[in-house]
């Protein structure tokens, strides 16, 4: 677009430069949303591989879903709705809620083990974009825990909650 001659060179430098920044801050801010997006893909399509390899009346995760954890003592208030479209929680202490996606990367469903697998998982012309991140989330082995250390929040396979902990589906 044509905006005449330029009335002072170092306004307009400076002006271009903030232009510039904030061009490039919101492709920043779109790569890392873009990046969010295959995560959850990812996540989606190796959780529906998992429950598919569940026999009928394994450990299925249903979709969506949300885990509150709270104290043990904590008194739990829950109502839901006539159409049973809400449901209300009222927590008598503090509590945490953790939704799927969240869960499902700590499950590490996120992770590929191969350039082969995550081409498999997200649409091709994505899987360079994909394998510049992800290889950095490779799944390794935990280190054992300190001897005095607290028990995890989450098991790494949903058998049973501990206590204090609901799936909400």
């Known amino acids: 677009m ?3 001659l330029p009335t002072n060179t170092e306004q307009e430098g400076a ?3 903030i232009d510039l920044s904030s061009r ?3 492709l920043d801010k779109k790569r890392f949303h873009l990046q969010e997006l295959l995560t959850q893909q990812i996540s989606f399509k190796n959780l529906v591989q998992r429950n598919s390899a569940q026999d009928p009346q394994g ?3 249903p979709l969506p879903f949300i885990i509150v954890n709270t104290h043990r ?3 739990i208030d829950c109502e839901m709705a006539e159409d049973k479209q809400e449901i209300f929680f009222n927590f008598s202490a503090p509590f945490e809620i953790h939704d799927d996606n969240e869960i499902m990367k700590r499950m590490q469903l996120h992770c590929c083990r ?4 995550l081409e498999a998982l997200v649409p091709p012309h994505l899987a360079p974009f994909a394998a510049s991140w992800q290889q950095h989330w490779q799944p390794k082995e935990r280190p054992p825990p300190p001897a005095d250390a607290q028990p995890q929040e989450f098991p790494s396979q949903f058998g049973a909650p501990p206590l204090g902990l609901g799936l909400i589906s």
């Open 2 to 4: 044509w905006r005449g």
């Open 15 to 17: 002006r271009l430069k």
């Open 24 to 26: 490039k801050e919101r």
């Open 114 to 117: 191969s350039q082969g697998e």
């Open 73 to 75: 003592e904590t008194v």
């Open 59 to 61: 450990e299925r995760i």
